[in-house]
């Protein structure tokens, strides 16, 4: 099945910096999902985007929803140990199916 | 519990034996979703379930996948004469689904997953 560019695949950074990644689609969603993944758990919803442009924070994280619904964007402020995990994004169309498409995931990995 | 949960958390069998995997969903999900992970990689969707009719099923990779749900609670995916293929882990997920209204219907909060390996 479809699977969404994600972008980078995996990156080191140092303690305290700031991240960013990216996810983008060939077909337009209406609604756009972040998620984290430790080991051995399931998906963990980070934040969810419902409209073209929507930019949404949850503590250090920030999403963007895409103007042109193909693409969204993450960015983790000041990235700490705990944040060392696998991050997907999502896309769903609420109006005819409700199954998520899952991006190729960002493996985020933080040096002390 | 608050969340979803499935069993067993891990499952070795035989290629050619068939498995069933369980999970709950939180109460009062009436949408309920399987995913199916291999190593390394994203989720690929399998089935969805709004109450126990399956409206959408495309994701099932062939007829040795099948699924089940009792009402709006529990669900069991079955793989018969299982493959070395089939080897993954198989997350299922909830949602309170569009027809239970709700500001957030479509947001799915996953279980810890069954990881299968078929020997």
């Known amino acids: 099945g479809q699977q969404l560019n994600q972008n980078p695949q995996s990156m080191f950074i140092q303690e305290g910096e700031d991240v960013s990644m990216n996810c983008t689609s060939s077909?337009?969603?209406?609604?756009w999902l972040w998620y984290k993944q430790d080991p051995g758990e399931g998906p963990v919803l980070l934040i969810a985007l419902y409209k073209a442009g929507e930019l949404t924070s949850n503590g250090r994280l920030t999403a963007q929803f895409g103007i042109t619904r193909k693409d969204s964007f993450l960015n983790i402020s000041a990235s700490i140990p705990s944040d060392v995990g696998i991050y997907f994004c999502a896309g769903l169309n609420t109006g005819t199916a409700s199954k998520l498409t899952f991006g190729t995931g960002t493996r985020l990995q933080v040096m002390l | 519990g608050a969340g979803v949960s499935q069993s067993p958390s891990n499952k070795v069998t035989e290629k050619g034996k068939d498995v069933e995997l369980r999970c709950d969903p939180i109460s009062g999900h009436t949408a309920l979703y399987w995913y199916r992970q291999r190593l390394g990689q994203g989720l690929e969707f399998l089935i969805y379930?709004?109450?126990?009719?399956?409206?959408?099923k495309s994701g099932l990779p062939s007829d040795r996948f099948s699924a089940e749900r009792t009402g709006e609670s529990v669900s069991t995916l079955t793989i018969q004469r299982t493959q070395q293929e089939d080897s993954a882990v198989y997350l299922c997920?909830?949602?309170?689904?569009?027809?239970?209204?709700?500001?957030?219907?479509?947001?799915?909060?996953f279980g810890p997953g069954t990881r299968l390996t078929v020997t």
């Open positions: 077909s337009i969603f209406n609604t």
């Open positions: 379930f709004q109450g126990n009719s399956a409206p959408d």
């Open positions: 997920a909830s949602s309170s689904g569009q027809l239970a209204g709700g500001p957030f219907p479509h947001e799915q909060y």
